[in-house]
């Protein structure tokens, strides 16, 4: 999908969103990438865009994100990865938790 976004998806490079110069509707469709791919890269270290193979997508995520109309709109960024990196230690327990149980029976 990534590979046919950076072929097609801003007219050869000529766009800086996927309808012209302005946000439409195909970038707030194509926008949870921009703000959940880089927090899923955050919260668990493997980089899943790569600026220089996918350079156009990803230059798009980084005006997509600053975008006053969309950076004023979207959850804080920190506390939402306080929430991720909760939710991930308490599952983290269970699990343990889990194989213990396991161990015991």
Do not use: C
């Not at 005006?63 to 939402?80: G, K, M, Q, S, T």
């Not at 230690?89 to 396991?102: D, K, L, S, T, Y």
Request: charged residues 30%.
């Amino acid at each position: 999908m990534l590979r046919t976004v950076e072929e097609w998806g801003f007219g050869g490079g000529e766009r800086k969103f996927f309808s012209g110069d302005e946000i439409g509707m195909a970038d707030l469709a194509f926008g949870a990438i921009a703000y959940w791919l880089g927090m899923i890269e955050q919260m668990t270290g493997v980089k899943l865009l790569d600026a220089g193979e996918f350079p156009r997508v990803y230059a798009w995520t980084e005006r997509f994100r600053e975008a006053p109309v969309i950076r004023d709109n979207l959850p804080d960024w920190n506390h939402v990865a306080a929430t991720f990196r909760r939710r991930k230690e308490e599952m983290q327990i269970i699990r343990n938790e889990a194989i213990v149980r396991f161990a015991k029976s």
